[in-house]
């Protein structure tokens, strides 16, 4: 019965779909069987003896693999009389169709990336995807949707059946045929990642910011009532960027946001809990709270996206190759940068004040003693797929958002205070945009034309060049007195840790930092347990986050016991804390008696 109605579905959908220029893409989520959804499309026409049918390496904003064709299962391709067509596989794991002149009509089965523990998949969880029959369904497109090579920008139809008791919050328009029946446009394929999609029981509540329509979309398990109380913070969230930007580039948004309680069934790694950015939307893992705490540093960064890559970007972005991805050399801005406005609108709008602000800046600082010598910010950026550049990841929230701090005073400080960063971008926004993209290689040349020859020289010696920005003689324009390094005298372990990406998990590897070293630690030594507990298992109990206090503050007489890798061998460890040298790094402190200038410098840095 399934093979016949089947059979019924394709021919209604190929006589319809036979001369249409765009993709017809029916996503069945009502009929959910063996943990799997099924995916018809029907295809724009091929002009080639052999088609090349690509799911995602990666996605836009995630700058690691995903590799979803991993999920399919059961792929076909037929012809206008129902006929399989021969499908065979590249070296690269994707789908070649034979004789594709013939090419009508696809189909295929998808796994869902949340509770996959078999496939090899590890999919960062806001931009992966979960099929939960009758009540959850995220549909992040890239995990969703293939297309034919050559045909990316080409538009899509996307219908999704679902049971009539669950609602579709997305940034896009979503027309409401019936109870059971939705369906939504995309212009290219690029719109249609952009532009997730979550079925959820209705939990929602909408506001309005600085002429911005914003909708708050809650999927959680059970039927509490959670959207109204985040939609309260994070109203009050857009409303301090709102008075931060020059003006809005977007008139809607909608936050999405996926409340996990707790089930391992449905999700099998909750290690990637977080966000992900979209031009007019973001999507969030995280767990389930009646009421948002620590959602702000998050929130204000991912909407703070829609300046940079919304609107202000690169050609790697814009046309972005799905199957072998070409990076953007400028994490620096769209990260870096978005990472600074993030802190800097809260004191702009005087939610926070100088010495909190000053705070985050130092803490940010610690995370450049992980830089070599050789680091260039726009290389780095341009490897970051690589195991290295994945391990170094990290950065570009820490060290990049320093970075941007200096590049806006040296932009304010050498335009007499007239000008600053975000100026810049806007400047630049006016003459590219969303549907604009600038050459990668001439960015810096950009930011000359509407700057100076010295903001010019800061991006060549400071981003591109391997040089480290003389932090003290820039701190000290607004009236920051910076010490590179403190040594003293304090109870410890003699070691310290470092946070690196590993296969795309966080890893702690460890640094001798005396030569007491109580408990004979080896540079490069990689903390496998702590205590008895594992990395995320002490992160998430009170005695597993005391023992990891202990390293940076102990008291004499202290134990600690570590097993580590080491040459690929487990090591168990020992030690009672003594008197070690406590080196201390990147210490700013606030000038009690600044100068005029200095004093007139900073208040044009925090616009005020």
Known sequence: MRTLLLALVLIAGITAQAQEPRYRVDVDLANVFDDRIRISMWPPRVDADTALVIFP??????YEEHKWWKLVRNFRALDSSLKDLTVRRSVDSQFVVENARNLRFISYELEDSFDDTTSGVDVFAPAGTDFEADS??????GGIVCFVDGKQHVPFQVNIKHPKHLFGGSAINIARISDTLDTYLAD???QLVDSPVMYSLPDTATFMVEGVRVLVHCAHAGRDTVAPAYA???????????KFLPSMPVNHYAFLLYLWKGDRTKVANPGGMGALEHGYSSFYFLGFQKRPIGLGEVAVHEFLHILVPLNLHSEEIDYFDFRAPKMSQHLWLYEGTTEYFSTLAPLHDSTIKENAFRKDI??????????????????????????????LYPIVYTYGAVNAFLLDIVIRESSGGSMGLLDVIYRLMQDYGSSRPFQDDSLFTLIERVTNAKVREYCDKYIKGTDRPPIKDILALIGWDYTAEKVSKAPGFGFKGDFRMVDGKPGLFLTVSDPANPMKIVDGDRIVRIEGMTLQEAFQSEAGRAALEKFRVSKLGD?????VLRDDKEVELKGTAEMVNKVERHFIEITPTPTPAQTALKRAVYYE
């Open 136 to 141: 959850i369904f995220v549909l992040n497109h």
């Open 188 to 190: 290219t394929y690029d």
């Open 232 to 242: 309260k913070e994070l109203a009050r969230l857009t409303k301090t960027i709102g």
């Open 57 to 62: 390496v990666t996605v836009p904003g995630t």
């Open 362 to 391: 130092e803490g940010k600082l610690k995370d450049m003693d992980r830089l070599g010598k050789d680091f260039s910010f726009t290389e780095f950026s341009r490897d970051v797929l690589s195991k290295k550049g994945q391990q």
């Open 559 to 563: 134990t600690l016991s570590m097993v």
